[in-house]
């Protein structure tokens, strides 16, 4: 097994652009047609600054005056050995560009990098410079091209897969920010738990999402939700948030599947557009449920409550409380809730 490598990777910056460097040069490249910044590899001996600007001048001829050591970058491919990247950025240079026998070199406007063909895992640090985030550690694993893992200071990131419009797997996965930032399609999952009341009719339970949540904060909301992670299923998904939020131990046999259900909604939420676009599987869970002993997971749900359907499609009618519900979802509960009392009656 080949031992692990130190690299470095530098973008430099000149008038709202930065010079990516098109690998098409190397057969045996496992960057081949990638766009990504200049460096390479350690040399026996060498510092991180002597190695950046060493490859800095061998693969531009430019001579960087003025950098900034943004992160380390920790890359693994299956089939490579793991890889230390010492990440740069360069605002000040000497000298005239030359050609490179790496690939090709090109200024390209920062609001159009991420629209070049990179690594998935790429446009996470990307997003780390842009804003400015003074220093990070990012592991990136993968298997091929298909991004399987990444860890921002030791915090595991949510992946996704994008879906696409039937909600079939793409095979590209995307970082949880990246995907609510540009609206990509992707998979949660949707459990609406229901009580029959005596009377006739039924009551559903509402949650009301944390404060601190990154969308929608204080908005009632399903009873349980969360999103697909890459590789999962809707079904497991649904019976791990239940335990998650609400602390609900269910089989996945106590989920009744309602319907799909397609959903955007964009809004800004601390000063950042949040774009989501989702393909939902819709859950109903209709055993008994005492929400004064349910544990909450505080970080998600700040409390529930019991309302009837006829007042909750009138609050997400007319808005007489704060949520963040579909009506065209809550249709889907309703029709399916309906079928179940007729059974029921039978």
């Not at 490579?80 to 050609?99: H, I, N, Q, V």
């Not at 298997?143 to 399987?148: P, Q």
């Not at 996965?173 to 399609?185: A, F, K, P, Q, Y």
């Not at 738990?193 to 399903?222: H, M, V």
Request: one cysteine or more; aromatic letters at 10%.
């Amino acid at each position: 097994m080949e031992k692990s490598r130190m690299t470095t990777l530098c973008y430099i910056e000149r008038d709202g652009a930065y010079l990516m460097l098109h690998r098409v040069s190397k057969k045996h490249d496992v960057n081949k047609d990638k766009w990504i910044g200049i460096g390479g590899h350690f040399e026996e001996g060498e510092s991180p600054e002597e190695c950046l600007l060493r490859e800095a001048k061998e693969e531009t001829g430019l001579t960087l005056t003025s950098y900034r050591f943004r992160g380390l970058v920790t890359f693994m491919a299956e089939g490579w050995p793991t890889e230390y990247m010492c990440l740069y950025t360069a605002d000040k240079y000497e000298g005239e560009m030359a050609d490179c026998n790496e690939g090709v070199l090109e200024w390209v406007k920062k609001e159009e990098v991420l629209k070049l063909n990179l690594w998935e895992g790429d446009k996470i640090f990307f997003r780390l410079l842009n804003e400015d985030v003074p220093f990070f550690s990012l592991k990136l694993s993968y298997n091929g091209d298909r991004l399987k893992e990444a860890v921002l200071d030791g915090r595991r990131l949510e992946l996704f897969d994008i879906r696409d419009e039937a909600g079939n797997v793409t095979g590209q996965v995307r970082e949880r920010t990246l995907v609510h930032r540009d609206g990509d399609l992707h998979g949660t999952a949707h459990t609406w738990i229901a009580r029959r009341r005596e009377a006739g009719g039924f009551d559903l339970l509402l949650q009301k999402r944390s404060r601190n949540k990154d969308s929608y904060p204080g908005c009632y909301d399903i009873s349980s939700a969360g999103h697909v992670q890459a590789g999962d299923g809707f079904l497991e998904t649904a019976v791990r948030e239940l335990k998650e939020e609400l602390g609900i131990e269910a089989e996945a046999g106590d989920l009744a599947f309602a319907g799909f259900h397609g959903g955007y909604m964009e809004e800004m939420f601390y000063g950042h557009m949040f774009k989501d676009r989702e393909i939902s599987a819709v859950y109903v869970y209709d055993k008994p449920v005492d929400a004064d002993n349910l544990e909450l997971q505080v970080e998600e749900v700040e409390s529930v409550m019991w309302i009837s359907l006829e007042e909750c499609e009138e609050a997400v009618e007319k808005g007489t409380i704060p949520n963040c519900i579909y009506m065209d979802e809550l249709m889907i509960v309703k029709d399916y809730l309906e079928k179940l009392a007729t059974i029921q009656n039978l």
